[in-house]
């Protein structure tokens, strides 16, 4: 049902209830427009699917007495739902009217009176000016998953008419005002508690929801709502955990997401807020994966390069190198000693990254001589944005700082090795990097099932508060990177 078009948003929920989020979503109004009307065709479809409960009741007609019918097999053959609206009720949840709404249907019926009359037929009936407001509640449970209520619900039925057909129907048409009262009553009756079960069926189905993602062999990510949605005038926004963890192995990072506030905007119908939180704790699990690290050799370098990854080439800035292992090939094993840390800053996010370096000479039976070991601290800039509905980026060295860790080849002067390094770094870091994904969260099947490329609009913002465990940048405010989503079909 409609609900589910949007509630599927409130749906990303386990049991942290109290923890800062690292991501946030904001569903605006016009992103609730565009569910109401998604909704509305579909609560048109699944309507004309009911089976309505047979009816009976007795009715005193003058001058034939008491009258005993009963109307049986009734099917829905239209519904109209001229007008609709969804309603944003603060800190509660939304309200759904249907106005002037109308449905026809036909059936059997049958008649007894006298005590001995009896008689059958087919009807048809046509209910019209039906109206229905009910508010829903949108809360959390013990899980963490949403679960909705029903807060208030009023309904009208303006008219029910019914025509009889067969039997003695043209006797009976003649005192079907009676009846259309009662179907009238007893259907304004059984509209709400009918729309509180819908609503409370949708309970279970919600319990279901995933909120765990595989992202790769290493990696998963919690979509999981961290506190129930907040409801304001103009917007429903919820605060998701947006933790990566490792499969299977969920460890907290030894820092935490910090508050942080989407920017005052409605404009668009969606707006995805993340914190460097969320990126950082997939640094910290894939650290923990020992993946963060490269191994580089000679032929991953283009062979224009006049700098060669062999001891002949090392040589030249460390004797040490060229007078124990004349003659190799070489290796670099770059390997990360500290969580990479993001910040976000104006139109880029910038990672500060410590690795080691530790240099091999390759002898001719394979088997690897350690050379030195350098501490190698770098700052790139990583250029953000959504490839094939995943968040990806372009990462550009912006400095590097080296210092000699160890040696088994004398000391040397480790600025000499700056050159070198640079170019492994541009041909052969960077590339790879670039090659990756940093975030692979698919946010067409987490968030729609229609969606594209240009629907995307990527924008980095100030926040109030410091997202993560993350230094804060200029002028004492923060970044966050937000994903506005602009629009669907024709809307």
């Not at 099932?449 to 004492?476: A, C, E, W, Y």
């Amino acid at each position: 049902m409609f609900l589910c078009c949007w509630l599927g948003l409130v749906a990303l929920i386990p049991t942290t209830l109290s923890t800062n989020p690292g991501v946030k979503v904001r569903l605006t109004e016009k992103g609730i427009e565009y569910g109401r009307q998604l909704g509305m065709a579909v609560i048109q479809q699944k309507l004309r699917s009911i089976k309505i409960p047979d009816f009976s009741g007795t009715e005193t007609v003058s001058p034939i007495g008491k009258v005993q019918y009963s109307l049986s097999n009734m099917h829905i053959v239209n519904v109209g739902l001229p007008k609709s609206s969804v309603d944003l009720v603060p800190g509660t949840g939304v309200t759904l009217s249907i106005g002037d709404a109308f449905i026809s249907l036909n059936g059997n019926w049958r008649v007894k009176y006298l005590r001995i009359i009896k008689d059958s037929g087919s009807f048809d009936l046509n209910v019209n000016g039906l109206s229905i407001a009910t508010t829903i509640s949108i809360k959390s449970d013990e899980t963490g998953r949403p679960a909705v209520s029903t807060a208030s619900c009023s309904a009208t039925v303006g008219s029910a008419k019914v025509k009889f057909h067969g039997g003695a129907s043209w006797l009976y048409n003649l005192f079907t005002r009676f009846i259309d009262k009662a179907l009238r009553n007893a259907m304004q009756k059984q509209i709400c508690p009918r729309a509180t079960s819908v609503v409370s069926d949708l309970n279970p189905q919600l319990k279901t929801l995933n909120v765990l993602a595989k992202v790769d062999k290493y990696a998963e990510i919690e979509y999981s709502m961290v506190s129930s949605p907040t409801v304001l005038k103009s917007s429903i926004d919820l605060s998701l955990k947006g933790e990566f963890y490792n499969i299977g192995k969920h460890q907290e990072p030894p820092f935490s997401p910090a508050a942080f506030n989407l920017p005052p905007q409605n404009n668009n119908m969606l707006y995805i807020g993340m914190s460097a939180f969320t990126v950082n704790s997939a640094a910290f699990v894939y650290n923990n994966a020992g993946v963060l690290s490269l191994s580089v050799t000679d032929d991953m370098i283009p062979k224009s390069s006049p700098i060669r990854l062999n001891t002949n080439t090392f040589g030249v800035i460390i004797p040490g190198i060229a007078k124990q292992f004349p003659g190799l090939m070489m290796k670099l094993l770059m390997k990360m000693e500290k969580i990479p840390t993001l910040t976000f800053e104006p139109n880029n996010a910038t990672v500060q990254a410590t690795t080691t370096v530790t240099a091999f000479a390759i002898q001719t039976n394979s088997t690897l001589s350690p050379l030195f070991v350098l501490n190698l601290e770098a700052s790139v800039s990583a250029r953000m944005f959504v490839s094939e509905m995943k968040l990806a980026a372009a990462v550009t060295l912006n400095k590097m700082d080296l210092t000699l860790a160890k040696s088994n080849v004398g000391d040397f002067q480790v600025s000499a090795l700056n050159s070198i390094l640079q170019v492994v770094f541009k041909w052969v870091v960077i590339p790879t990097v670039n090659g990756e994904f940093i975030l692979t969260l698919n946010f067409k099947e987490v968030f729609f099932t229609k969606i594209s490329k240009k629907d995307f609009h990527l924008h980095f913002h100030s926040s109030s508060k410091v997202p993560g465990n993350i230094r804060q940048t200029t002028g004492g405010t923060s970044r966050i990177i937000v994903f506005n989503y602009i629009c669907l079909d024709n809307y």
